[in-house]
């Protein structure tokens, strides 16, 4: 009678750590680690537009602007900065610097409270300085991967100096922000925010904005936007509202 036999094989691996020492890297009953999620990183673009114009009128418009922001856990913070500098037939018609940074301190998924400071020189519009420090409360209407809608509220301090006049005078600044996913190379937004002087309504200032963003690739983009900011209370000889718009490339990272 014929005896079978059966062969037994033994991977290479585990001879390998049984020379070692037969230990095993992950023991039975004990959890792999876990690799941290990476910390969240700043996310920024730059943009640039030129325009020029030769002929029966002789015009140059040159914009600049960058902005980045960071959130985690229940903070969200941001800045920007936005310059513009134009001529029409020589003369200088618009020198406008803009700057903003903002903090959020979440208190549930859409409530939050905020700080905020703003910064603008508007030479044409006899504007050395515009600086206003506000704090409030805001509200995400609307928040999901594509879209949001936020609403913002709270008192605020303005110093300026405006038609070679210093000032300095309380305000309650209401806003809002929109911005929506159109595709997936394609962003819509807008935004709005009132600030009036208190014990003089009539003094205010509006600043709007509303622009697009298409992606040429990840980290190129066509931008176009538009700029409305009123006074309504201009310096002397100045008209109360100016209207900016403005194409250009911008670059993410």
């Known amino acids: 009678m014929r005896t079978s ?29 876990v690799t941290p999620p990476p910390p969240p990183k700043w996310k920024s673009s730059a943009a640039a537009g030129i325009t020029l114009t030769s002929g029966n009128s002789d015009t140059l418009l040159l914009n600049a602007n960058f902005n980045t922001e960071k959130k985690w856990d229940q ?32 208190f549930t998924e859409r409530f939050y409270g905020l700080f905020r400071a703003d910064a603008v020189h508007d030479a044409v519009a006899d504007v050395e300085y515009r600086v206003t420090v506000s704090a409030g409360l805001g509200y995400y209407f609307i928040k999901n991967e594509k879209t949001f809608l936020r609403g913002e509220f709270g008192p605020g301090v303005v110093f300026e100096k405006q038609g070679g006049e210093t000032s300095t005078y309380m305000t309650l600044r209401a806003g809002e922000r929109f911005e929506h996913q159109l595709s997936k190379t394609a962003k819509l937004w807008q ?27 990840t980290r190129w983009s066509l931008r176009t936007f538009v700029q409305d900011t009123y006074d309504n209370e201009p310096a002397p000889g100045r008209k109360r509202n100016d209207v900016k718009l403005v194409a250009g490339v911008a670059y993410k990272f």
């Not at 600030?195 to 992606?215: K, T």
Request: charged share 20%.
């Open 5 to 33: 036999t059966h062969r037994i094989i033994v991977p290479a691996s585990l001879l390998l750590l049984g020379a070692l020492g037969g230990a095993c890297p992950v023991q039975a009953g004990e959890a792999a680690a």
């Open 75 to 106: 903070n969200e913070l941001g800045f920007g900065v936005d310059g513009t500098y134009g001529e029409q037939d020589g003369d200088k018609n618009v020198e406008v610097l803009r700057g903003f940074g903002q903090y959020n301190r979440l």
């Open 191 to 217: 935004s709005v925010e009132i600030l009036p002087e208190v014990g003089d309504w009539n003094n205010y200032v509006i600043n709007a904005e509303l622009g697009v963003d298409v992606s040429i690739n």
